[in-house]
């Protein structure tokens, strides 16, 4: 940029005053002016965030009283953004008077985002100067739901949660508390509470979010995340818009970046043109549910080109078992392996899959020669998208790893790791044993496999009779909202006996939190302490998310015991909560909770949480000697700085990491096979003479053929395969107006129940219409602006239309982040995003809901208040939709197939209805479509697979639990 010339505006507002005369002689020329730099001058000044040892007194003059020069002095705290996952490096600038954030910027020493963040980081400032956060612990007054609140104190909130929940373990009600998480915290911290108790009880948001891309991974090689090195990509492949919006935003698209300027070339998957798929050398729109028939006419391809790494396929795959399995009549030899698979694969030719998916079979076959050229330097990712959206959207996970192990471009510099590789994990102070509990409502019999907790089953469990939640702790999540079928969830909610006592743990008011009985405020990203460690690329990092005004307090001289004596109003941190509240439960020890919550340091008292910290950053390998040098120690270094990188970014291969001679000792090796086993459980396997650790999987090597497909009563998913999503083109009646519609994407400035409360962010994006190309809109004579009514199987919602060529013929699209709501007798809360609403249950399981009015200007001590010029809210499509979980990944399947309708003369923007008989009906209809255990030896789950806080192996046998 640079200094410019005046515009013909400029010049005529600086001649009548409205703007002081910027460019009168010598103007520019005073000292700070930046307009007198060039283009890499100010290139440069932004590579020079001030020098951490300038950060307790850093001074820039106020730029809002510019051109007037006001100095303005800053104490720099570092914690991470709590907006996605990625967890960049934020820094905080406090006044040093007011001891008031003023801002937030990047933090250069972060090794993931490197100073740099996407909207929704700086953003932070809004959400926690928002006039309408909760600030205080409230407990409802009247009945749940009806919107009356009266503040409590923190230790009422404590001591009534920890009494009920004393009694339901003492009882032995364990399976009747649970803690569901939405947006996840610090990492292992729950792994400590939640054993501690001896509960099964963690809930997450896992299987409406990515666990069919997880369970793709799992069972090529036992790791469930991708972690893509693409800066060091020579071919980049996307499925979903990953760039813009997707998982690792800003980390990701950074590197993406990097690697496109170093000559990779980027193709994306996706129906529409996000803005991802407007940067690729290659968009491939295709029709929703055929990606994984695309990937297979690619893997056809690199077969029958010979561009596959043999090297890695002989040594790095079951093609052996494979061989004996399923072609026993063949001699075992790699070229059979390889004909084989040609065989296997002959009808996925490129004309197949563009005749499924409409993306032309010649742009497949050049995508495909490229991918087998680039090798090892493959680098992709598939996160939510396809993967979540389809009956068998596993398989799109599943097909994409296909490729990456024909190029061998498995944990190779370039391609893609898993991501277990790239992340840290925590020690903590103690060890509590796995639980002796198997909670069915988590993990119910009907889904062996399910990668995650069948979360979006729980309402529908519970309307069964299958148990209850006394104690129910909905923690930053919002199903209500976030979830399909929320009025099932409302229906529970609203039952006491279905829900005992349900504590909401939110920075914010959401739709759920209106049905709790406590509702406890959690600090935002400065407002908190937790560890993140994120695969972000090919090396390994921990940050230290941290409420800056206590660290600045510290600095300071001041002693605080409790977070929330620095933070606004009461508002507190989990991880202090936690600690408090086990302590609670367990006063005099005699449940063996107490001694999990002991110091390591001190005995017999309470843990504080430097000492928490400290202990696991004592044990972070490089950082003591790094901080020493520093003369600090492990926990003043990470919160002086708020990251360590661990390794740099040569985490390659590991499944070739020989193991030493103490693991060998005593081990047998399975002459079949060439596992390595030591006690009863397989540690490695021997490639080309050499014992190495290898993939944790049953062949200890990516599993082509999955012999724990056919045990688990799946024999015809052995291999990697296309499955015919439940929104085929074969199962929708064109003639009846039904569509697929696509609701799974988001707008890259939004999250998604938690950016309501950030003004900048609510001001760029707050309407989600839906999108539909020029062709569809023609045929059903639609301008952009026209109302549409969505029927889905369990009711519909009235939405406006959108006309745009970025839209595939034939499929509708509608973001999944906007919409939200509150009630006239709520609580105020997000009014800069919500719609007020009417909501009426005239039926049992009839459920409408109307729009009373949309975004209005409101008084507060934030002037912007009064200056909102955005009415429309949006609509709640996701209510509307039906549970479809996957059967065997346990996934919900997000596409929706909808009959696309003019609406009646009465129906009105935003209209909803749902009838949640209908739903709980489709709900039996998906679960007809499972397999349940037992599997092998009565076991209820694969041993091999992972499990989120896995509990003792004993409750893995149904009988012996018996
Ligand atoms: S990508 Fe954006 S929202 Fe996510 S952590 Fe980074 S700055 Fe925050």
Request: aromatic content about 12%; overall charge neutral; charged content about 25%.
């Amino acid at each position: 940029m640079g200094y410019k010339k005046p515009s013909f505006i400029e010049n005529i507002a600086e001649k009548v005053g409205i703007i002081p005369d910027l460019h009168k002689e010598n103007y520019q020329k005073f000292d700070g002016d930046m307009r007198q730099f060039s283009d890499d001058e100010v290139a440069q000044m932004y590579q020079n965030f001030p020098p951490p040892d300038k950060w307790d007194d850093w001074v820039e003059y106020n730029p809002k009283v510019w051109p007037r020069k006001e100095k303005k002095t800053y104490q720099i705290v570092p914690t991470t953004c709590f907006n996605c996952e990625s967890a960049c490096g934020l820094t905080a600038f406090i006044d040093k008077e007011t001891q008031e954030v003023k801002k937030f910027e990047g933090n250069p020493y972060h090794p993931g985002s490197r100073g740099r963040n996407c909207a929704k980081g700086p953003a932070t400032i809004n959400q926690i100067t928002d006039p309408d956060r909760i600030l205080f612990p409230l407990k409802r007054k009247g009945k749940r739901g009806e919107g009356n609140w009266e503040r409590v104190s923190w230790d009422e909130a404590l001591d009534t949660i920890a009494a009920r929940i004393r009694k339901a373990i003492k009882e032995d009600r364990h399976n009747e508390i649970a803690y569901h998480v939405g947006r996840p915290g610090a990492e292992g911290f729950m792994n400590w509470i939640l054993p501690s108790w001896g509960i099964d009880g963690h809930n997450s948001h896992t299987n409406v979010c990515s666990s069919g891309a997880r369970f793709g991974y799992n069972l090529w090689y036992g790791f469930d995340r991708p972690s893509p090195d693409h800066s060091e990509a020579k071919f980049i492949l996307l499925i979903s818009a990953h760039l813009e919006s997707g998982h690792y935003f800003n980390p990701h698209a950074q590197r993406i970046i990097e690697g496109k300027m170093k000559g990779a070339k980027l193709a994306t998957m996706d129906p529409r043109l996000s803005n991802t798929a407007s940067m690729s050398d290659y968009w491939m729109p295709t029709y929703p549910g055929t990606e994984a028939a695309v990937l297979l006419a690619m893997a056809l391809i690199i077969l029958q080109e010979g561009l596959y790494n043999r090297k890695y396929l002989e040594n790095w795959t079951n093609w052996e078992e494979y061989l004996i399995a399923r072609h026993a009549d063949k001699k075992i030899t790699f070229e059979n392996y390889i004909a084989a698979m040609i065989d296997e694969y002959a009808a996925y030719t490129p004309e197949f899959a563009e005749k499924e998916s409409g993306v032309k079979a010649e742009m497949i076959r050049e995508i495909a020669i490229k991918i087998g050229e680039a090798g090892e330097r493959f680098a992709s990712h598939n996160w939510r998208s396809a993967g979540a959206s389809n009956l068998g959207g596993w398989a799109v996970a599943r097909n994409l790893h296909f490729l990456t192990v024909l190029t061998g471009a498995v944990g190779a510099k370039g391609g893609t790791s898993p991501n277990s590789w790239n992340k840290f994990k925590p020690q903590v102070h103690t060890a509590p044993k796995p639980q002796k509990k198997w909670n069915e409502l988590h993990f119910p019999k009907e889904y062996p496999l399910a990668f995650f907790e069948m979360s979006q089953l729980l309402p529908h469990l519970l309307k069964e009779g299958r148990g209850k939640m006394d104690v129910y702790f909905s923690r930053v999540f919002n199903p209500i909202w976030t979830y399909p079928d929320g009025f099932t969830w409302m229906e529970m909610f609203m039952d006491e006996s279905k829900f005992g006592l349900h504590t909401a743990l939110t920075p914010t008011w959401n739709e759920t939190a209106f049905f709790a009985d406590f509702v406890l405020p959690m600090g935002l990203a400065s407002e908190r302490h937790d560890i993140n460690s994120y695969a972000t690329h090919g090396g390994t990092w921990v940050a230290f998310r941290q409420p800056v005004l206590r660290e600045a307090a510290r600095r300071n001289g001041k002693h605080i015991t409790y977070t929330y004596e620095v933070n606004p109003g009461e508002v507190w941190e989990e991880d202090e909560f936690w600690i408090e509240l086990s302590w609670r439960i367990d006063p005099d020890g005699s449940m063996g909770i107490k001694e999990h919550f002991e110091s390591p340091y001190r005995k017999g008292e309470k843990i504080t949480i430097e000492e928490y910290y400290q202990y696991i950053f004592e044990r972070v390998k490089g950082l003591p000697e790094t901080a020493k040098k520093e003369g600090l120690t492990e926990f003043q270094y990470m919160a002086k700085y708020g990251a360590f990188e661990i390794e740099k970014g040569e985490s390659y291969k590991k499944n070739e990491t020989p193991l030493t001679k103490d693991q060998l000792k005593g081990t047998v090796v399975d002459k079949k096979t060439g596992v390595i086993r030591k006690n009863g459980k397989d540690i490695g396997v021997m490639v080309e003479g050499k014992a190495v650790v290898g993939f944790p999987t049953p062949s200890r090597k990516n599993e082509f053929y999955s012999q724990t497909m056919v045990d688990w009563k799946w024999p015809e998913y052995a291999l990697p395969t296309y499955i015919k999503s439940h929104i085929h083109n074969d199962v929708l009646d064109k003639s009846k107006g039904e569509y697929v519609l696509v609701p799974t994407f988001r707008l890259p400035t939004l999250i998604h129940s938690r950016s309501a409360n950030a003004k900048w962010l609510v001001e760029i994006s707050n309407r989600n219409p839906i999108w539909m190309h020029p062709d569809d809109a023609a045929k059903w004579n639609f301008k952009t602006g026209d109302l549409v009514k969505m029927n889905t199987d369990i009711g519909y919602f009235i939405d406006k239309v959108w006309v745009t060529q970025s839209m595939k013929p034939g499929v509708v699209a509608c973001s999944h982040h906007i919409g939200r709501w509150r009630r006239e007798q709520d609580k105020t809360g997000n009014r800069w995003a919500t719609n007020t609403v009417n909501i009426e249950n005239n039926e049992p399981g009839k459920w409408k809901m109307s729009t009373k009015s949309g975004i209005k200007p409101f008084e507060s001590n934030d002037k912007d208040s009064k200056r909102i010029f955005w009415k429309d809210g949006g609509v709640h499509q996701n209510i509307t939709h039906a549970v479809h979980p996957d059967p065997i990944s346990g996934m919900h399947t997000w596409h929706q197939r909808v009959r696309i309708e003019k609406p009646e003369p009465d129906e009105k923007y935003g209209d909803i209805f749902v009838d949640t008989n209908k739903s709980h009906e489709i709900y039996k209809e998906w679960l007809a479509m499972t397999r349940p255990a037992p599997g092998p030896n009565g076991l209820r789950r694969p041993l091999w697979f992972k499990r989120a806080f896995k509990p003792d192996e004993s409750t893995y046998y149904i009988d012996k639990e018996k």
